[in-house]
């Protein structure tokens, strides 16, 4: 039994060559698929193209610059553009970004303090038929405040969990499961409302 | 637990996002209320009717170009500073070495274990010739698999990750392996379970079930991840390990494995079993997914009669 390479000096030296060898190539690699999804939060959060764009771009540009000192493991490369994306855009909208806070407060109690009094309109828990509802779902999702908005895409589109949301967003997790709650309770009334306009049953969205 | 009891918990469970203990009080009430197990459906649905409204959307080609372009801009830009800095480069690198080393050595003096390490700092696989024979047999086997593709399906068992995992684990009789990132994942797709095992270094076989899933889109497209467990190999007591969360992990590559087709293998022991993982991608995309995956234990599987619950219960 060998135990002498235990430590495995070598490969601390190569790889860490390599990585800055390899540098420009790792952002194409890593960074660069993710294009895609960056312009999609970016056009729903700023609402244009135009502004899509640009918001974009100056994401991309502010990674390259910081993308040496980035960690995979630390942080996979999504959750990282899109903290770049949602500081680029408060920033611009003259919104003071949120200083990032310690996330400590994981509490259910401080969450489900707020959770006393039952909603009064919710999805139920019978049948729908999501493809009847996604222009309306659509429009529900645009219909949200900005803030619930980014964070109903973040949870849903790009799959995030609630601790990815929080770095993303520079809150506390205890706040992210407050603004999923109630943003999730908006969209259940708009598309209960949908469902009254058209005519269907009211029921069916447990009113 | 009651309904009104349930009903602040039941966002959190049906994304998967709590601890196993709430898990099961919550399980335990939706199994018995199809009001409140609706509702947990409901809302999984609502996600992935969201994700289909939104996902089409793509970048057009042309904003491809202009960010390709002001890349290329900025790099020219930075060529003259970043060219004396290159100069010191080297030297910093080899301080990081330094400094990686000392807490390499002041972590393996430590008696009562080391301490955790931040995920960041990790730098090093492990590359004792024990841990290279070991990942060299794991990833033989790996690719062996994957080759086989959906042959690879042993006729007995489902084919779909978690029934398949639930089947192994009673038929084991020890915990397997389970990432709810992977069934979640729209880049991942299952392809295979049986029951596969792996050589350790003495060239003993050690049974076990194998689980295959392979990346069909995104960076790692056509890459395959899988998951080998076994009951304890003794083996990993003698290999390097990192101290990350709650567990130790040994990183490692296999000596088949070049740059251009990186592969890395990471072991652990949960009670019950050893657990091995093989991507083919390098340590830090690897990790990723490790730091994700939880054992089911028999037990659990016998709780999880609905799959959503059950990748509820262990994707947390």
């Known amino acids: 039994v060998n135990h002498a390479g235990l430590l495995g000096q070598a490969p601390v030296d190569r790889d860490k060559e390599r990585r800055m060898a390899t540098d420009q190539g790792r952002f194409e690699r890593v960074v660069m698929p993710h294009l895609d999804a960056v312009y999609r939060m970016a056009r729903r959060l700023s609402g244009n193209e135009a502004e899509a764009e640009d918001l974009v771009q100056e994401t991309f540009l502010r990674a390259h610059k910081a993308f040496e000192g980035f960690e995979l493991r630390e942080y996979g490369a999504k959750p990282w553009l899109l903290k770049i994306l949602h500081n680029v855009f408060y920033t611009r909208m003259g919104k003071k970004t949120r200083q990032p806070i310690l996330i400590e407060d994981v509490s259910f109690d401080d969450f489900a303090a707020e959770l006393d009094q039952p909603p009064a309109s919710e999805l139920g828990s019978s049948g729908i038929n999501w493809d009847d509802f996604d222009e309306e779902l659509k429009a529900a999702v645009l219909g949200l405040s900005e803030d619930y908005r980014e964070v109903i895409l973040l949870w849903a589109l790009e799959e995030l969990s609630y601790k990815e949301i929080a770095e993303v967003c520079g809150c506390a997790i205890g706040t992210v499961m407050s603004r999923l709650y109630r943003a999730r309770q908006q969209l259940g009334q708009r598309l209960a409302e949908y469902a009254r306009q058209r005519g269907l049953e009211s029921e069916r969205f447990g009113e | ?316």
């Not at chain 2, 009080?25 to 992935?48: A, D, R, Y």
């Not at chain 2, 057009?60 to 003259?80: C, M, N, Q, T």
């Not at chain 2, 062996?144 to 990750?161: R, W």
């Open chain 2, 1 to 316: 637990m009651n309904c009104r009891e349930a009903a602040k918990f039941l966002y959190a469970f049906a994304d998967g996002e709590l601890e196993t203990r709430d898990n099961l009080h919550v399980l335990e009430h939706i199994n018995m209320c199809p009001e409140c197990c609706g509702k947990v459906t409901i809302q999984q649905q609502l996600k992935g009717a969201i994700a289909v409204a939104f996902r089409d959307e793509v970048a057009p080609v042309s904003l491809h170009d202009r960010i390709r372009s002001a890349l290329a801009a900025a790099e020219d830009a930075s060529v003259g500073p970043s060219r004396i800095i290159s100069l010191w480069r080297p030297l910093a690198a080899a301080a990081v070495i330094v400094l990686a080393m000392v807490g390499l050595w002041s972590f393996q003096d430590r008696t009562r274990g080391p301490a955790p390490i931040p995920l960041a700092n990790v730098q090093f696989t492990d590359a004792s010739q024990n841990a290279r024979l070991l990942a060299t047999n794991v990833y033989t086997m790996h690719r062996k698999c994957t080759l086989a593709g959906k042959d690879h399906q042993d006729k007995k068992l489902p084919k779909d990750g978690l029934a398949a995992a639930r089947v192994l684990c009673k038929e084991l009789n020890y915990p397997m392996l389970r990432c709810g990132k992977l069934d979640a994942n729209p880049d991942t797709e299952f392809v295979s379970a049986s029951f596969c095992g792996v050589a350790d270094c003495e060239g003993a076989l050690h049974k076990g079930g194998h689980l295959i899933y392979t990346f069909k889109s995104g960076p790692m497209r056509g890459r395959a991840i899988s998951m080998i467990s076994v009951t304890h190999l003794t083996e990993l007591r003698n290999l390097n390990k990192i101290h990350m969360g709650e567990r130790d992990y040994c990183i490692m590559e296999p000596t088949t494995a070049s740059e251009q087709d990186p592969a890395t293998v990471v072991a652990f022991d949960c009670p019950g079993a050893s657990h091995l993982v093989c991507l083919e991608a390098d340590p830090k995309a690897t990790m990723r997914f490790v730091q994700d995956m939880q054992p089911v234990s028999a037990q659990q599987a016998e709780i999880g009669t609905h799959p959503k619950l059950l990748l509820a219960l262990t994707n947390h």
